[in-house]
């Protein structure tokens, strides 16, 4: 034996890497996802019994676990892949949620999380890509929603916005870090025109279902607003990518996404959500007066045979009556509104102008103070008034800054691509012109979107000034074959 042990067949074998090297990721990895697979085994009775033998609430785990392997293999991936399909899953995300310690959580919460977490690790391995004034123009807003979470009575529901708020700024962050050049922004844009895919597709099988009298579209939101809002998004990059099509695309694909656009704005009209009307009208009457003079024609012909869809007329005709508080009076939805406002106002003490009274307050205390509410919780149904009722007058500055900064960073654009400047601020227009008269915290899908927008825009800014200028024989053939189809008259 000790013969055969000094042999040199016997010396030639060589010992396994894992046992070399056992501490290697990869292994580690292997040993880890074992020893989970045996917990979830034998924890699969208890999980059944917590989720009521449902199918869509037991998938939850083994979904968030998907995720998690994405974002070990690739991050900007993983990224992109909740941009394309998140706007498409709403309600079905829905069907996951369950209760653990009196709060509802789900796959949708997990996604929020890794979102968070995908924008922390892109930030650490690229820390220089944003700049110091992306983070100024967030962070007082989110010191401000963190004192509004210390400060509210109502911890777990106020945490809860905080981190939606923090998802948001996390996807700012992400379109930041996926831009490196004019190629790669519009690769970005075409993905969030993508991401309605899904719900324009399921938005016939809503009509079908559900047409009639009073319908409303929702396609795959929870709320027709949201579906509303999240298409004043997604039309404004749509008519970018439009209007600045390659001067070699194909008249076909010319003609396919001018239709897809009216297809659009038909499904904007059936949400019947009034101030997504208001925005997307105020969008275009800008573009015409500042580009083309003709799209003033396309809005009347557009706006007249708007009339003639069952429920519009009558949607504008409402706010005609019902606008005054009386007994068995029927409140008109603006009326409504106003009358929520005052009460609001109301109820609040000199000093809490200053400060607010807290996160998530408003929609805690409005069985209160609003004659109307019954048991109904109600949202403040603006920002403007729920931030001054939860975060004071402070909290409401923090706001218009951020938006400010935003605004005050995409005009970089001007120089670079003035139709990608327009469209973007747009977008941040359209967001404070909703946010007088609904809920826009709360719009998650809407928010990401906006702000993944917002972000690939301000980064390309950023990009695009410090790239040297070339000579114009040198630049001509890197912008021609993205030359906006219209010049500015100013």
């Excluded at 319908?215 to 008519?239: D, G, K, Q």
């Amino acid at each position: 034996m000790p013969a055969l042990l000094k042999s040199p067949a016997w010396r030639s074998l060589k010992a396994p890497d894992f046992i070399k090297n056992p501490f290697r990721l990869v292994y580690v990895m292997v040993v880890l996802a074992v020893c989970l697979a045996g917990l979830l085994g034998a924890a699969t009775p208890i999980l059944v019994d917590l989720m009521g033998g449902s199918l869509s609430k037991l998938v939850a785990l083994p979904a968030a676990m998907v995720f998690g392997l994405l974002v070990i293999y690739d991050r900007k991936l993983t990224l992109l892949l909740i941009v394309v399909l998140r706007a498409g899953g709403d309600n079905a995300l829905e069907f996951t949620r369950f209760s653990l310690g009196g709060y509802m959580v789900g796959i949708g919460g997990v996604i929020n999380a890794i979102v968070i977490l995908l924008a922390l690790l892109l930030v650490f391995e690229r820390p220089k890509v944003l700049p110091g004034r992306a983070y100024m123009a967030w962070v007082p807003f989110l010191l401000v929603l963190i004192f509004g979470a210390i400060h509210s009575p109502f911890t777990g529901e106020s945490i809860r916005l905080f981190l939606q708020q923090l998802s948001y700024f996390a996807m700012f962050v992400g379109g930041y870090q996926c831009v490196s050049d004019r190629d790669s922004f519009r690769h970005m844009m075409r993905l969030v025109v993508w991401s309605s895919a899904i719900p324009v597709l399921y938005s016939f099988v809503d009509i079908a279902l559900h047409f009639g009298g009073g319908f409303r579209l929702e396609s795959t939101f929870a709320h027709p607003n949201v579906l509303a809002f999240y298409l004043t998004v997604i039309i404004v990059v749509a008519f970018y990518l439009f209007k600045t099509m390659p001067v070699t695309a194909s008249g076909a694909a010319r003609l396919g996404l001018g239709a897809y656009l009216l297809l659009l704005l038909m499904l904007l009209l059936l949400t019947k959500t009034r101030s997504a009307w208001l925005a997307t009208a105020v969008g275009f009457g800008l573009y015409a007066l500042i580009f083309e003079r003709r799209y003033l024609v396309y809005m009347v012909v557009l706006g007249v045979g708007a009339l003639f869809v069952p429920g519009i007329g009558d949607r504008l005709l409402d706010l005609g009556q019902g606008n005054e508080v009386a007994t068995y009076a029927v409140l008109n939805s603006y009326a409504w509104r106003v009358y929520l406002w005052e009460c609001a106002f109301g109820y609040m003490s000199p000093l809490n102008y200053l400060s607010g009274l807290g996160l998530q307050t408003f929609q805690e205390y409005s069985p209160i103070f609003f004659p109307l509410a019954g048991k109904t919780k109600f949202g403040a149904h603006s920002v403007y008034v729920q931030l001054i009722f939860e975060l004071g007058v402070i909290g409401l500055l923090a706001f218009l800054w951020q938006s400010l900064s935003m605004i005050r960073q995409l005009t970089a654009l001007l120089k670079i691509d003035k139709m990608a400047a327009f469209s973007l601020v747009l977008i941040v227009l359209s967001f404070l012109i909703c946010s007088y008269s609904d809920n826009m915290f709360y719009y998650l899908s809407y928010n990401w979107y906006l702000w993944f927008a917002v972000g690939a825009g301000c980064a390309l800014g950023r990009v695009m000034a410090a790239t040297p200028v070339k000579s114009a024989s040198q630049a001509a053939p890197m912008s021609a074959p993205y030359q906006s189809a219209v010049q500015p008259r100013y």
